[in-house]
């Protein structure tokens, strides 16, 4: 789905599931413009849509994916936990799973660049009771992802006081 698609399809779900906890996700696909110059634009369109695929595939169909800017995506998902620790186990092994993915895909013509993945999470209804602030608490959290290092994801709430600042 692109932005418009993915706002409209999350907005749908969330009514359905009125007050159900859900999770955001930011993923950033790390160095496109690297793959873009090195290998051309036909590798770069490769990795894109690897990244959707792999994506919708650890989604499955309990959540959605949309690609809300050149390599950005963004996953919603809404997650019935049995308790407050098996939720947050639950969130962080998918996160390591796509993670784990992104880590063992390679491109260009050797097979021989690694494509990497920066994650941002922020969950309903502890970081955000609206999906504007479920947006910007996500968006924060990839932000750190990216600037500590890259492939890796952050929970928003690992960040002190909301800022770009890891604990």
């Not at 999350?10 to 955001?24: I, K, Q, S």
């Not at 019935?80 to 639950?90: F, I």
């Not at 097979?111 to 502890?126: N, R």
């Amino acid at each position: 789905l692109n932005r418009r698609g993915f706002m409209e399809k999350v907005l749908r779900m969330n009514r359905e599931r009125e007050g159900e906890p859900a999770l955001l996700c930011f993923a950033d696909l790390d160095h496109l413009k690297e793959i873009n110059d090195v290998f051309g634009h036909a590798a770069g369109d490769f990795a894109i849509k690897w990244c959707s695929a792999t994506l919708q595939e650890q989604v499955g169909a309990s959540g959605i994916v949309g690609r809300i800017g050149g390599d950005e995506f963004c996953v919603f998902m809404n997650i019935r936990p049995n308790s407050g620790k098996e939720y947050a186990d639950l969130i962080r092994e998918k996160c390591e799973m796509l993670r784990s993915d992104f880590s063992d895909f390679y491109t260009g013509d050797n097979g021989d660049y690694k494509i990497s993945c920066s994650m941002g999470i922020a969950l309903f209804p502890e970081h955000g009771k609206s999906f504007k602030d479920l947006y910007a608490a996500a968006d924060k959290a990839l932000y750190n992802s990216k600037h500590k290092g890259k492939d890796m994801f952050t929970f928003f709430s690992e960040l002190n006081d909301g800022k770009e600042n890891a604990e």
